[in-house]
């Protein structure tokens, strides 16, 4: 038994991670890497597999059942049709799209083609994430007072010299909408609308960004998010890619009878670990027996989606004023230290704030 035929475009940085996923399904059965499409090439793959330069190479000469798709951006929407008007199912990194036009585009795709669209928010399939959601949904923390998520992450020089499209808002003519909110740290967002239960497109009322920058690019890389759902919740997004040192991202509920901390990288709520499914597996349950559900279809990613909207059509990330800034390293490990900046996240999370209305010394308010 050699299970679904499967390929994987785009091979290199954390697509070599679906490449090994794939290797591992196929150790149980479940999966045959047939095929890998990535324009630098592959080496060191399983003997059989055939390489190609794009994926319409790649279709055209291979019959495949499921496309990994770990690509850059602004080829997701593309990439992502093609596999399933040619009859496959896929599995698309995340964000899945640029624009809530393009999310559009994709949905109709779906429909018509009838095919499965699982977008890679690993989080969402966290036991920790999905049981957190229940206790919220069933009132377990009392009165829900608001969400909020935190990122402290360090990101140097190399992040954001490491392609073309990366810092980038547009490349070329087209959206891209990199930057901390809409792509590193995008899993806290969606896994803080999850929790509200507010994962569809109509899922969203408003949406208030602000965006900033220390580092030469075009994208934020420390940001302020506040979303109000349709059921009236706040989620409050705060984070930044110039922390004084890397920290994991936190989804915290703020509810009457107490709060939770989801640590969704470690599937933690609290000190108690979960397990969590893997995307792919969950998605060949699906295609062998559809009343399996998939854990993260197009349509949940709707409201995060919008979030991405909202950051597209914001005005460009303002420049945190270089008093305000420590650097560290040179060359390639060269990276900037916003002062006090994992203070004023915490104060933004406590008080569900942007960080213009708590008085962050290097926002627009300061």
């Given amino acids: 038994m050699t299970g679904a035929r499967v390929a994987v475009v785009g091979i290199h940085g954390h697509g070599a991670s679906h490449v090994r996923n794939v290797a591992r399904l196929a150790e149980a059965g ?7 499409a990535d324009p630098q090439g592959a080496d060191g793959l399983p003997a059989g597999v055939k390489v190609f330069a794009g994926l319409d190479e790649l279709l055209a000469a291979t019959a495949v059942d499921v496309v990994v798709i770990c ?27 640029a624009s809530l036009a393009e999310f559009e585009q994709l949905t109709a795709v779906v429909e018509e083609t009838g095919r499965a669209c699982q977008v890679g928010f690993q989080a969402q399939a966290s036991e920790a994430t999905l049981k957190l959601a229940a206790m919220v949904a069933e009132g377990q923390l ?26 980038r808002r547009r490349l070329d003519g087209i959206d891209v909408v990199d930057g901390a909110v809409t ?35 075009e994208s934020d890389d420390t940001s302020s998010v506040r979303i109000t759902t349709s059921r ?31 640590t969704y990288q470690s ?12 995307l792919l597996e969950n998605l060949l349950a699906h295609r062998a027996d559809p009343a399996v559900p998939l ?47 994992e203070h004023w996240i915490d ?12 008085g962050a010394p290097w926002s627009r308010a300061g």
């Fill in 30 to 36: 479940r999966a045959e890497l047939v095929a890998v």
């Fill in 71 to 97: 690509t850059p951006i602004q080829t997701h929407v593309p990439l992502a049709e093609l596999a399933m008007r040619a009859g496959a199912d896929v599995l698309l990194e995340k964000p899945p799209t």
């Fill in 142 to 167: 009392g009165e829900l007072r608001g969400i909020s998520a935190t990122g402290k992450w360090v990101r140097k020089a190399q992040y954001f010299q490491r392609a073309r499209w990366s810092g």
């Fill in 183 to 217: 792509n590193p740290l995008a899993h806290a967002t969606a896994a803080a609308l999850l929790l509200d239960g507010s994962t569809g497109v109509d899922d969203v009322r408003s949406i208030e960004t602000e965006l900033y920058r220390a580092n030469p690019i």
């Fill in 232 to 262: 009236g919740t706040t989620i409050l997004i705060a984070v930044t890619l110039c922390a004084t040192e890397h920290r994991e991202a936190s989804v915290i509920v703020h509810g009457s009878e107490g709060r939770a901390v989801l």
């Fill in 267 to 278: 599937d933690l709520i609290g000190e108690t670990k979960y397990g969590r499914a893997d």
């Fill in 295 to 341: 854990y993260v279809p197009l349509a949940a990613t709707g409201g995060f989606t919008r979030v991405v909207e909202a950051v597209r059509t914001a005005p460009d990330p303002s420049v945190i004023p270089p008093a305000q800034i420590d650097w560290q390293g040179e060359g390639p490990d060269r990276r900037p230290i916003v002062h006090d900046v």
């Fill in 347 to 358: 104060r933004a999370s406590d008080e569900l704030a942007l960080f213009s209305e708590i």
